[in-house]
């Protein structure tokens, strides 16, 4: 795909753009789209053939010398066929489609899909997981009903229309002029009530939205409102909000109440007119005053064919402004998809990047400042040194850039100025995915997936043997409770899986840590909402998790930090203090202020 | 069904006139082929021009009677079936949340929330629907063979035969689309977590490497997605090719049999012409009515889940009870037993009596009953045994109001919702800005509010996501104490707070509120250290009770815990 660099500020769209890319996806499926595209025509064409041979069946009827009758059947004959023919083609085609769209679509979420995982970390910190899952799902969808659905539409209408105007040249060429009438008022008049109308079904949605937003918000404080309650109170601000989503409601069906019957007012007015104009030309033709072969000559079956060719014309030209409008929102469900297809990925490691090799774990922080912005610097000047097998403790309060030195770390994101070198190698120098192996990683916000608890920690690394996963789950201190769950390590986690707990599972991701055996250790320390039990077990497995391991830890329990070698106090994005805990009570600054803090 | 249909009644009188204009409008329209039929059969044969253009004016007229009365009962349609969702999605919400906790554990939360937003609003699609289609589609099915029976009944006939063709593909077809199209539903919500999952742990799988993994689990999903997206669409491809083709195969057949009667003197050419645009109206209602079918039976099982709501009884009973001296017990349990599913008991046996102006502690680990006996005492549940006595009464003779008022709690992830500070505290109850403020004073609130722009006019975000944890409990500890209660409950409310603001905020309440009862529950030795009463909980039972220093030296698993705890959530 080529490189998108058009992304400057212009606000209006590049249709053309999208459109030729989006014609790229299906062009590539060029197998699926040419017959589809032969089919679209051959099936319209037999539709449109029908009303031509019931005609001619009518005239053959009306024949002077009584029922012609094998005019007749070969014409009903030739009806069935091209009936038949007809929809058998296009069930054939609508395979055709599917197959063609699902295709499309499975690639367009995969490149998604693909192009998420090679963003830097900084994408979704920046964008809420929210809008990612829109757009792989409800972009994706967008599209895909447009191309599988949309498309052939198109097709069919303009063949229907330019078809059915042709055969009613044919029949008769003065009856056309009705249509030089009511096809702009209809075209005019569906837009302008469409322009009128969608704001109004737009505004209806956003309530509508609102109304459950705000139902789900106060159901999930159900007890709360119960304990104090306020069950009136807050229903009587529902009603409020459900009068205005159903006030919304109101006005858009309201408007639009009057779309489809003018419109089909329109279409009986155009019948009513044939029948005039069609009856008064049959007559005319009957007693012999326009001959046979005249423009103004018709016969009863003409004029039965015009009615029907009439109707199927109307039907695409009514149908134009909402395919319009499909279009329009598939551009730009596509544009933000393709959007996120041209992010800059992470950049490629530099050229003379090495491998990393037998690691020994010595790391050096040297005069780094970094900002996730240019406008604000969230460390400023950071220098810390650990030898291989040393832990260093980052404390201070929230805020202070304590996530931002381990970010750097990983290189998540790379220092603005400075350097940060591992055995002495800076670490731009290094492979990322090598750097990175380097590092066990132990987060707060535990992550597992929905799999097997073996799968989640084998995740760790992946040739590891089974007896290797369950050292790791025993180091974890976690195996004798995954041998309690119904299916061992077989079991499977879920989103609603409620026997396992926030404090096991923090467990299982030190499990995790322990199979992945790296050289250094990047440590989060929970503490929030596990029971004190549990948390001694975590404290447990930690340390252990820590001995012989060069460590970073966001500290906050007391033993971590009085056993670290180094204490870095963070404020404000600079290192205030920084020394062994004994040095910094004797310096008796911030630190030991805090310190004494909690025995007062 | 039936119950949801009561909330149509108030509006009968009008649904009866928007039905005869309806049925007035489809009538006119049912005349438009007539009419063509009678001025291509009889009035040509007059020669008259005039004849011609005014049964064509006719038509016009009746073109734009069928309009205009389509858009009357269609708006009026529009406006009933507003006002029967108003009322029946008001009440649900109502009774919603009047329901009891042990019904809305049975419910659940997130089936609750689908009753009243995505259920009422299949119900309210159905009612507009039958309103406006409902009565078209018969009318034009009716009307249309009763008409073309008139002409001629045996090319009717024919044209009749195919109909229940019609009905049957469409109706079995849809039918079977609904399981088809859950499985893609499912199919979407795997997808969806894959990703969710990978943008959640995107630093784990980035520090480990895991691109082509998380590639390959994606892979799985959305091949199994577009497997099923594939399956349902080839199957519901069937309907509109054999609709049309049924509709077209009939209009062939009645072109057939007029030939023969035609022949035979017993038609005109002129019929048949009428015939093909009465089978084409005939066919669109059939279709629109197996639709409706398919629609009926999505609405009938929204419908139900909606009633299933409203015919819950409410199990919230006062009993009788006379009032004995509360001298030295102000909240006492005696023998508590409760279970939530009647399997493991939650509570065994559970008894402490405190003082009025006394304080309670407890504490244990998590599951070990603490928030079920918060639970029980703000009367969410009943005990299964044992007696709970409030202020010298029985629990169960308060009712809920008299209960609210004595109460002010702040439970565990407590609500707070996208509204002001203010409100928030205020919490709809009719307090005084004063009361407000001096409430927020006391949970050590008030200078954060005013120390942010807006201060207490500041929007928070639903479930506070724009402040800090501890700015979120001190919020809501405001809120339980602005009403100035006889009981205040904390429920694990403070364990975001440092310790020199727990520390504060426990000498405020101390000092500010010395008649309330207080029941702090917590993991933090250090939040109920200073209460009269602690009792230690593990699964259900109470393990341990007495002061700190009384329980330090008693009960080995509270020494544990604070052991534990030494050096705390340090400087966070």
């Known amino acids: 795909m080529t490189k998108n660099n058009n992304t400057s500020s212009a606000k209006k769209r590049d249709n053309k753009g999208i459109m030729l890319r989006l014609g790229g996806y299906v062009v590539s499926q060029w197998h699926l789209f040419v017959p589809a595209v032969i089919f679209t025509l051959l099936s319209n064409q037999l539709s449109l053939m029908g009303p031509r041979y019931s005609g001619a069946a009518l005239d053959a009827i009306e024949a002077a010398g009584g029922v012609d009758f094998p005019t007749v059947w070969s014409n009903v004959a030739r009806m069935i066929i091209c009936y038949a023919a007809s929809a058998l083609l296009s069930y054939v085609l609508a395979v055709i489609m599917i197959h063609l769209s699902q295709r499309i679509i499975y690639k367009m979420r995969r490149q998604v899909f693909e192009k998420l995982n090679t963003l830097p970390v900084g994408y979704f910190d920046t964008h809420p997981t929210g809008d990612i899952i829109s757009h792989i799902s409800y972009d994706i969808d967008t599209i895909n009903s447009t191309l599988s659905h949309d498309l052939v539409q198109v097709m069919t209408s303009v063949y229907t229309v330019v078809g059915s105007l ?27 009530r469409s322009k009128k109308v969608r704001p109004l079904f737009r505004a209806r949605s956003k309530k509508y939205g609102e109304l459950n937003g705000y139902a789900e918000e106060m159901l999930s ?35 639009a109440a009057l779309l489809f019957p003018s419109i089909n007012l329109i279409n009986n007015f155009s019948i009513a007119m044939v029948a005039i104009f069609g009856g008064i030309l049959y007559m005319y033709s009957q007693n012999g005053t326009f001959a046979a072969g005249s423009m103004l000559f018709i016969s009863l079956g003409g004029v039965a064919q015009f009615v029907q060719y009439s109707r199927k014309f109307a039907g695409p030209i009514n149908e134009f402004s909402n395919i319009l409008h499909e279009f329009q929102s598939a551009f730009s469900a596509a544009e933000r998809v393709f959007r996120i297809l041209d992010e800059e990925s992470e950049p490629r490691d530099a050229e003379d990047a090495a491998e990393l090799k037998n690691v020994k774990g010595d790391v050096e922080i040297d005069s780094v400042s970094f900002g996730y912005t240019p406008e604000k610097q969230i460390l400023k000047n950071i220098s810390v040194k650990a030898s291989a097998g040393q832990t260093v403790a980052i404390v201070g309060p929230t805020g202070a850039g304590k996530t931002t030195v381990i970010n750097l770390l990983m290189r998540f994101y790379d220092p603005d100025t400075g350097v940060i070198r591992i055995d002495l190698v800076p670490s731009l120098k290094i492979k990322r995915a090598d750097l990175r192996l380097a590092y066990t990683m132990v987060l707060q916000d535990t992550w597992l997936f929905h799999g097997t608890v073996y799968e989640n920690i084998v995740y760790g690394r992946e040739n590891a043997t089974e007896d290797e996963v369950k050292a790791a789950a025993r180091a974890a201190k976690i195996d004798s409770f995954i041998e309690s769950l119904p299916d061992g390590y077989n079991t499977v986690l879920s989103d609603d899986g409620v026997n396992v707990s926030k404090g096991q599972k923090q467990l299982i991701t030190i499990a995790r840590a322990f199979l992945s055996d790296a050289p250094m250790l990047i440590l989060d320390e929970a503490t929030s909402n596990v029971d004190s039990r549990t948390e001694i077990q975590i404290q447990e497995a930690m340390d252990s998790l820590m001995r012989g391991r060069t460590c970073f830890v966001i500290a906050h329990r007391l033993s971590t930090i009085k056993n670290a070698d180094t204490i870095l106090v963070v404020k404000d994005g600079t290192v205030i203090e920084q020394g062994s805990h004994d040095e910094l009570i004797r310096l008796g600054g911030f630190y030991s202020s805090l310190y004494n803090s909690q025995f007062s | 069904m039936r119950k949801i249909l009561s909330y149509l009644l108030p509006y009968k009188k009008r649904m009866a006139i928007g039905f005869v204009i309806k049925v007035s409008g489809t009538m006119a329209e049912l005349f438009l082929p007539f009419i063509l039929t009678h001025i291509l059969e009889n009035v040509i044969v007059t020669e008259d021009v005039g004849k011609i253009v005014l049964y064509g004016g006719l038509m016009v007229l009746c073109a734009v009677a069928a309009c205009v009365f389509n858009i009357v009962a269609n708006r009026m349609a529009a406006g009933v079936t507003t006002r029967f969702s ?91 689309g609904v399981p088809l199209y859950t499985g893609v539903q499912r199919s979407v919500d795997d997808m969806v977590r894959v990703v969710r999952e990978d943008a959640q742990g995107i630093r784990v799988i980035k520090a480990l490497s895991k691109n082509e993994y998380e590639n390959r689990r994606y892979d799985r999903v959305n091949r199994a997605l577009a497997g099923q997206e594939r399956k349902a669409g080839v199957i519901m491809g069937v309907v ?10 009939g209009i062939a057949a009645v072109v057939a049999v007029a030939a023969i009667r035609v022949a035979k003197g017993l038609s005109s050419p002129a019929t048949v012409i009428a015939f093909m645009q009465y089978f084409t109206l005939i066919s669109m209602a059939m279709m629109s009515l197996s639709r409706m079918f398919v629609m009926y039976t999505k609405c009938a099982a929204s419908a139900g889940r909606i009633a299933e709501v409203l015919c819950t009884p409410s199990t919230y009973t006062v009993t009788e009870c006379e009032k004995t001296d509360p001298s030295d017990s102000y909240i006492s349990f005696d023998n508590v037993c409760f279970s939530y599913f ?103 609130a008030h200078d954060f509010i005013t120390a942010a722009e807006g201060g207490y006019d500041r929007l928070l975000s639903s479930k506070g996501t724009n402040v800090s944890g501890g700015q979120r409990q001190r919020i809501l500890i405001a809120r339980a104490v602005a009403a100035k209660p006889d009981i205040l409950i904390l429920d694990d409310s403070s364990s975001a707070l440092d310790y020199k603001t727990d520390a504060n905020l426990r000498a405020a309440i101390a000092e500010g509120m010395q008649d309330t009862t207080l029941v702090t529950v917590a993991q933090r030795v250090s939040s109920v250290k200073g209460c009269d009463l602690i009792i230690v909980l593990d699964k259900g039972k109470v393990i341990g009770s007495g002061s700190h220093t009384q329980l330090m030296e008693s009960c080995p698993e509270y020494r544990e815990i604070s052991d534990s705890q030494m050096g705390g959530a340090f400087l966070d």
């Open chain 1, 166 to 192: 042709i055969f009613m040249w044919q029949i008769s060429k003065p009856m056309i002029l009705i249509f030089v009438f009511t096809v702009p008022v209809s075209i005019l008049f569906t837009r302008y």
């Open chain 2, 342 to 444: 009647g399997k493991k008991r939650n509570l065994d046996s559970v008894s402490f009596s405190v003082r009025k102006g006394g304080s309670l502690g407890i504490i244990g680990a998590t599951g070990s009953g603490k928030s079920t006996l918060i639970k029980l005492l703000l009367r969410f549940y009943e005990p299964d045994s044992g007696t709970i006595t409030l202020d010298g009464r029985r629990l169960d003779s308060y009712s809920r109001e008299e209960l609210s008022c004595r109460i002010g709690v702040a439970l565990q992830n407590d609500f707070i919702y996208a509204d002001t500070v203010e409100e928030n505290i205020r919490f709809g109850r009719e307090l005084s800005k004063e009361a407000v403020i001096s409430a927020a004073k006391l949970a050590q």
């Open chain 2, 240 to 249: 509109n090719p054999v609709m049309t083709l049924l509709m077209n195969l």
């Open chain 2, 86 to 176: 108003k009322s029946m999605r008001a009440e649900l919400f109502q009774r919603t949340l009047y329901l009891s906790s042990a019904d809305t554990d049975r419910f659940t939360i997130p089936s609750l929330e689908s009753r009243i937003t995505t259920d009422t609003y299949n119900v309210h699609n159905f009612i507009g629907m039958m309103q406006r289609m409902g009565v078209r589609a018969p009318i034009l099915l009716i009307g249309g063979i009763s008409i073309t029976l008139v002409m001629d009944s045996a090319l009717a006939l024919v044209m009749i035969a195919t109909l229940p063709l019609i009905f049957i593909t469409v109706y079995s077809i849809s039918r079977k």
């Open chain 1, 221 to 255: 404080g159900a007890r709360s409102i119960e304990a104090y309650g306020r069950q009136d109170v807050i229903s009587e601000r529902f009603s409020r909000r459900n009068e205005d989503a159903m006030d919304a409601y109101y006005k858009a069906e309201y408007n």
